[in-house]
């Protein structure tokens, strides 16, 4: 009778192990609980790539982006030759900083240029005479520009730079009004507010 109830007993305690054993398996191996559900959710969130930002551009930016590279490469000649003619130090710093601006400016037009299969002006070949672009000054300006020095040149680089900051205004103008892609559309408000405020220290330093 002992040696029957101690197997009972014995029966009793290994069925409830295996009946333990099982329930923790099945609650850490469905897939289906909210555990397992709410990690899948974050693995496949973290995982899964963020959508491309892709931005639709016109004819307005394509002419934006090929008018604006010689218009900003000849007002980086400029600043080049202040560099060694001219007399003020704030006529020098002015046009350091419009090179440092507008330098790599070109780079990101010719970029976009480039992604968008539209031509890429050439650099480093202008003809000034053959732009038709608002503030482009003609052969005889750089000419005139490249022979001046001291007080003269200061006076001749400010005057020639006030109407080329108000022609690539006057082009951002249109490329807000006209453009769809948004960088370039970006860019053209940048040009409109600090060529603006150059305009503005430029006229000021005229009339000192």
């Known amino acids: 009778m002992t040696s029957y109830r101690h197997a009972a007993r ?6 409830a192990v295996t009946a333990a054993a099982l329930t923790l398996a099945a609650c850490g191996g469905d897939n289906g609980s909210p555990s397992s559900t709410a990690s899948t959710s974050a693995s496949s969130s973290a995982s ?7 931005s639709a551009h016109n004819a307005a930016d394509v002419s934006f982006a090929q008018s604006m590279i010689p218009h900003h490469q000849q ?23 419009i090179k440092k601006a507008q330098a ?16 890429v002006p ?15 000054m003609a052969e005889g300006d750089m ?19 006030v109407k080329h900051h108000e022609g690539a205004v006057e082009m951002a103008r249109t490329e807000k009004s006209d453009g769809a892609d948004r960088s370039a559309k970006d860019m053209a408000g940048a ?15 005229l009339d000192q």
């Open 10 to 15: 014995t029966a009793a305690i290994a069925a």
């Open 48 to 54: 899964a790539p963020a959508p491309a930002a892709g």
């Open 75 to 97: 007002a980086v000649e400029m600043a080049d030759l202040a560099a060694t003619r001219a007399s003020s130090a704030e006529v020098k710093k002015l046009a350091a900083e």
């Open 104 to 119: 790599p400016e070109i780079k990101t037009l010719s970029g976009w240029l480039t992604s968008w299969d539209a031509q």
């Open 122 to 136: 050439t650099q480093g070949s202008m003809d000034h005479s053959g732009h038709s672009m608002p503030g482009m």
């Open 143 to 161: 000419s005139t520009l490249e022979k001046a020095s001291g007080p003269a040149f200061d006076t001749a680089f400010l005057k020639l730079m």
């Open 191 to 205: 040009i409109i507010t600090s060529q603006s405020a150059e305009i503005t220290r430029m006229n000021k330093l």
